[in-house]
């Protein structure tokens, strides 16, 4: 069984910057398609990066141009490096695999203030 814990979350203001971290119980080299969601409450979780397997990235329209997904194999983690934040980002930030199953971390709350 894989887990992905997430760490990184906090309170910052607008404009600041803030980098998630995602570590894998095993190798993500192993782990398809990881990617991040985020949900605010009262709504629904929604996509904002993905790095697949090959290296490619892509990004929702709402954070292209502000945020940045990498990996590093070595530390069987992937990042989410936020930069210019704004209070709308605020929100539960989880880390998604896909190892048979799709999986998911326990998420790390992101507080933007104006």
């Known amino acids: 069984q894989v887990q992905l814990v997430e760490s990184g979350g906090g309170l910052v203001q607008a404009g600041g910057s803030l980098r998630l971290s995602c570590t894998a119980s095993?190798?993500?080299?192993?782990?398809?398609?990881m990617a991040w969601y985020r949900q605010a409450p009262g709504n629904e979780r929604k996509w904002v990066a993905t790095?697949?397997?090959?290296?490619?990235?892509t990004y929702a329209d709402s954070v292209k141009g502000r945020f940045t997904i990498s990996r590093d194999n070595a530390k069987n983690t992937v990042y989410l490096q936020m930069n210019n934040l704004k209070p709308e980002d605020t929100a539960v930030y989880y880390c998604?695999?896909?190892?048979?199953?799709?999986?998911w971390g326990q998420g790390t709350q992101v507080t933007v203030s104006s």
């Open positions: 998604k695999g896909d190892y048979y199953t799709r999986i």
């Open positions: 095993r190798s993500i080299l192993e782990i398809n398609n």
């Open positions: 790095f697949f397997s090959g290296g490619r990235s």
